[in-house]
């Protein structure tokens, strides 16, 4: 059952109870009326609060993966520029290498590594394409770019505008790591108030339904009108 779904029962739940007046008062404060409507309030603006941080990371990680994609092409560019400066054969093997794994390619090995018996044989490894790997990389073609001879004439590619998409790249993923901090506290949060969490949506709106088929009777109206209302703890 999803957190809207169960959002979405404890109110019609709330709404029936209140809506029976004074026949519906329990002694226990956390099932009246008030106390209800309260935890109804709370649950919905914690699931629009989620809803809001979800939104927020979609469009985080969509710019961050726009600006890398960015960074992977202007990459391709700046190895062209660093073959022109005619800069150590070692050092140009760098960069490319540094250009691949920004771009996702699969890097050949330099020693091939022989192949097991019955196995088929290893062409190459593919390096990790995670957003903190790709950041390194552009760090260290930019450092490469530093020590070598490096003949721009476009603005684009100068060394003070890949410092500066570097810095853009680093802002991108704290933007993504600062939304995922949030969407974590929001997560806790939300399982506290759900379903663990002393007076629970779950438990409250268990022990509210066994209140109103105790005083109104198993096969009541009032009692039936909540029996299709279903509360249960996910997994954790």
């Known amino acids: 059952m999803s957190h809207t779904k169960t ?12 809506g029976y007046g004074g026949s519906y008062n329990p002694g226990q404060q956390n099932l009246q009326a008030n106390a209800l409507n309260a935890l109804l309030l709370n649950a919905q603006q914690i699931l629009e609060a989620m809803t809001e941080a979800q939104t ?17 092409k202007l990459s391709t560019r700046v190895c062209s520029m660093l073959k022109a400066s005619r800069i150590h054969p070692l050092t140009l093997e760098d960069a490319r290498a540094c250009c691949r794994r920004l771009n996702g390619r699969r890097v050949l090995q330099r ?21 903190v790997s ?4 552009f760090a260290r073609l930019v450092e490469i ?17 890949l410092e500066q998409m570097l810095e853009n790249l680093r802002a991108a993923n704290q933007a993504v790591a ?19 969490g002393q007076d629970n949506v779950v438990e409250v709106a268990q022990a509210a ?11 009541s109206p009032q009692y039936t009108a909540l029996t299709s209302l279903e509360f249960t703890k996910p997994r954790m």
């Open 56 to 72: 927020k990371y979609a469009n985080v990680t969509n710019h961050r993966e726009a600006m890398f994609r960015t960074a992977g």
């Open 7 to 18: 959002v979405h029962a404890f109110g019609k739940l709330t709404g029936l109870c209140t």
């Open 209 to 219: 339904k066994q209140f109103v088929k105790a005083v109104f009777g198993y096969g």
């Open 178 to 196: 600062d939304v995922e901090v949030e969407l974590t506290h929001l997560r806790r949060t939300r399982n506290e108030v759900l379903y663990m």
């Open 134 to 137: 790709k950041l390194y990389h």
């Open 145 to 161: 770019v530093k020590t070598s001879f490096y003949p721009v004439t476009n603005e684009t590619m100068s060394l003070a505008s």
């Open 111 to 131: 020693d091939p590594v022989p192949p097991v018996e019955g196995q088929e044989p290893k062409n190459g490894t593919v390096y990790g394409s995670d957003y």
